[in-house]
C-alpha cells in the first residue's frame, strides 16, 4: 500500500508518496545510522541523479541498502 508522508527537507516541505515496506525500512536504515529520517532523505535527495524522482531514489536507496546486507563485501579470505 502506498503511503504519503510530507518531510521537510533542507527547509522545504517535501511529499513523498512510497510503500509502507519501503518507509519501514527506511526509518530502520536511518535509526540504524543514528539520523533522523529526514536527514537520511535529504541525502539520498542530494545524491540522487537529476532525471530521478525523490520517491524512485529512495526506493533504489532501500533496494541498495537491502542487496549490500544480504551480499556483503568479501574481505579477501576464501
Known sequence: ??????LA?????TSIS???KFWNRLRAIAAARGL????LVAEI?????Q???LSSAIRLFVLDEALARA???SDGHG
Open 18 to 20: 512510497i510503500e509502507d
Open 45 to 49: 535527495d542530494a545524491a540522487r541523479a
Open 51 to 53: 532525471n530521478t524522482n
Open 36 to 39: 533522523a529520517l529526514a536527514a
Open 9 to 13: 527537507i533542507r527547509g522545504h516541505a
Open 1 to 6: 500500500m502506498i503511503v504519503k508522508r510530507s
Open 71 to 73: 551480499d556483503p563485501p
